[in-house]
Each structure stands twice: as C-alpha cells, then as structure tokens.
C-alpha cells in the first residue's frame, strides 16, 4: 500500500470526541494503570537526575519537555522519549523510569523527556506531529545547547512506543516540523503497542479495546494509516531497536514490525526480556537504565553503535 495513499486518508481522518461508557474490564484496567503510574517515579531505584531545564515547544500547555545536557557539553547525542499512557493519559513526570536520564546523561547523551496533547482532546495524528515537532525544537537549538544535531535517537514505551515508530517509519509528521528521516539515526519502541493497529484491535482483550477504539476509531482506512507496519517500505528510519517483554500481543507485534522494517531495508534488533502482563510491561519502562536491568547493556551497546561511540 502506497505512502502517499496513507497520508492522504490522514488529512480527512476524523476522530469523535465521545466514546462508549467502559466496561468494567476496562475501568478495571483504569485503575490499575493510573496506580502504576503514580508508583512509577518512586519505585525507581535512583532517584531521577536533577538539572532538568523544563521548556516549552508549543503553545499548548501540554507541549513542554525536560531536558538534560550533559555539564560542559559540545556535542552530545540526543536522546528523545516519549511517554506512555494509552494515548489518553500520563505525562513525563509520572509515565518514565527515574533511572533513565540519569544513565543516559552519564554516558555523554543529552536526553529529553516530552509531555504531548491526549486524546480525546487532541488524535492519534496530533500526537505524532508533537513528537516531530518537539524534536524539531530540540534540535533548533541544538548548536546554542551543547548538543550534536546529526546524532539522534527516539524512543518511547507503550504508547510512545507506537508514536516513535509511526514518526519514523511515516516521514509527513516530520516533514511538516520542518525535519525528514535523514534528522534521526534510530528509534527505540519500548514494548509498544498498535505497530499493526487492526491486528491489534481484532486481538483486544476486555481490558483495551476501548482504549484502542477511542484512539484508533472504527474506520479501517484510518487504522491502517496509524500503523507503522504499513509504513514500513522504505523510506524510514535507518536503524530501529525494538525492545519486548513476554506479553503475547507485544512480542507478536514486535517481531511484525520488525519483519516489516527489514523488508524496507532498515536495520533491525529485537531485544526480548523477561516480564508478563502489566507488571512485565511497567517494570521495563521502570527499570531501563538500571546497570543490573537486562534490557539496559542492550540499549547502551545498540546506541554506541548508533552514535558511533
């Protein structure tokens, strides 16, 4: 299926704003998540790195990121994440481990840490464009910053992790911040969700599928253009890490991306870990960036060979 057909469904995609009432399965889920979420940063085993500048890259009160820069900087890598949340919820403060800027910053990289627009307010493609348009701001004043412009890296979780994929496998979201594929070296989906977005929702437990119907819609067109799988022939990103635990869904739709992505050319890694179900999916968010975390040597060794450490 053809880029230019996909992007242009996303251009009269429309999103409505009501959704229907929960089932208890999924305000279960709700409440689950949201406790999580408030246990997230005081769980970590390091407390998060302090030194955070907090600055705003739109006009929107949701569209501000924390960023860190390593002391004495002249051209550091640039880290960026994205939070999780369902697409509806979280933030940087509440839906990212306490051990990650920290790690990074001490291995030389600058990090940033975004807060973007939630649905229902704003659409899946909203999202995306902030994703894009907050590296595009990073980047604008990378050379004022102490940070390196030509060496940079996304990634998210869950949710994010879907954004960071769809941003670098569909180049319209940064073509329209004023950026293209050639602005990112790699991306870092986090035992994400929804790469294939139909096949996703026709596997949705109780649990998500109306988190997946109020972000993704009912129109088939419209899923298929929100999913990095169909995205996947080249152009994209050159190097991707796609990081799982052993959640069914997850590894499924990780190994799908990957295959895609390898079709198209792009350079594939696939790092699973132990972890099931939801606690499997928080603790990987949690924990990477712990030395003694699995996941984290992995990350470091796979970013070394982006950043040509």
Same mark, same amino acid.
């Given at each position: 299926m053809a880029?230019?057909w996909?992007?242009g469904?996303l251009?009269v995609?429309?999103v409505?704003a009501?959704m229907?009432q929960?089932?208890p399965?999924?305000r279960?889920r709700?409440r689950i998540?949201k406790?999580?979420?408030q246990?997230a940063?005081?769980?970590?085993?390091?407390?998060r790195?302090?030194g955070?500048?907090t600055?705003?890259y739109g006009?929107?009160?949701a569209?501000v990121l924390?960023?860190?820069?390593p002391?004495?900087?002249?051209?550091?890598?640039?880290?960026?994440?994205?939070?999780?949340?369902?697409?509806?919820?979280?933030s940087?403060d509440t839906a990212m481990?306490?051990?990650?800027?920290?790690?990074?910053v001490?291995?030389g990289?600058?990090f940033?840490?975004?807060?973007?627009r939630?649905?229902p307010q704003a659409?899946v493609?909203?999202q995306a *464009?902030d994703?894009a348009?907050?590296l595009?701001f990073?980047l =604008?004043?990378?050379?004022?910053?102490g !940070?390196? $412009?030509?060496?940079v890296?996304?990634?998210?979780?869950?949710?994010?992790?879907?954004l960071?994929a769809?941003?670098g496998t569909?180049e319209?979201?940064?073509?329209?911040a004023?950026l293209?594929f050639?602005d990112?070296?790699g991306?870092m989906?986090n035992?994400?969700a929804a790469?294939?977005?139909?096949?996703q929702?026709?596997q949705?437990?109780?649990?998500?599928?109306?988190?997946?119907?109020?972000a993704?819609?009912t129109?088939?067109a419209r899923?298929?253009?929100?999913?990095p799988?169909f995205?996947?022939a080249?152009p994209n990103?050159p190097?991707?890490l796609?990081?799982?635990v052993?959640?069914e869904?997850?590894?499924?739709?990780a190994?799908?991306?990957?295959?895609?992505?390898?079709?198209?050319? *792009?350079?594939v890694?696939v790092?699973?870990?132990?972890?099931? =179900?939801l606690?499997?999916?928080a603790? !990987?968010? $949690?924990k990477?960036?712990?030395?003694?975390?699995?996941?984290?040597?992995?990350m470091?060794?796979w970013l070394?060979?982006v950043?040509g450490?």
């Amino acid at each position: 299926m053809a880029k230019m057909w996909l992007a242009g469904l996303l251009g009269v995609a429309v999103v409505s704003a009501g959704m229907a009432q929960a089932q208890p399965g999924e305000r279960l889920r709700e409440r689950i998540a949201k406790r999580m979420e408030q246990r997230a940063q005081g769980e970590g085993q390091q407390r998060r790195a302090p030194g955070a500048q907090t600055l705003s890259y739109g006009s929107d009160p949701a569209q501000v990121l924390d960023l860190w820069v390593p002391k004495g900087a002249k051209a550091a890598p640039l880290v960026l994440y994205v939070h999780g949340g369902g697409w509806k919820r979280g933030s940087k403060d509440t839906a990212m481990g306490n051990a990650l800027p920290g790690h990074l910053v001490g291995q030389g990289y600058a990090f940033a840490s975004i807060n973007y627009r939630l649905v229902p307010q704003a659409t899946v493609e909203q999202q995306a *464009s902030d994703v894009a348009q907050a590296l595009a701001f990073v980047l =604008g004043k990378a050379a004022g910053m102490g !940070i390196d $412009r030509s060496r940079v890296v996304i990634t998210g979780h869950s949710a994010g992790a879907h954004l960071v994929a769809l941003v670098g496998t569909d180049e319209q979201y940064l073509r329209k911040a004023g950026l293209s594929f050639a602005d990112v070296d790699g991306v870092m989906p986090n035992d994400g969700a929804a790469y294939d977005v139909p096949k996703q929702m026709a596997q949705a437990g109780r649990f998500m599928s109306d988190t997946y119907k109020q972000a993704f819609g009912t129109d088939p067109a419209r899923q298929k253009a929100l999913s990095p799988v169909f995205h996947a022939a080249a152009p994209n990103a050159p190097r991707f890490l796609l990081l799982h635990v052993q959640r069914e869904d997850g590894v499924v739709q990780a190994n799908d991306l990957a295959a895609a992505l390898k079709r198209g050319g *792009s350079r594939v890694e696939v790092g699973s870990f132990p972890g099931k =179900g939801l606690q499997g999916h928080a603790e !990987i968010n $949690r924990k990477l960036g712990e030395p003694d975390y699995a996941a984290t040597p992995v990350m470091d060794a796979w970013l070394k060979g982006v950043f040509g450490g």
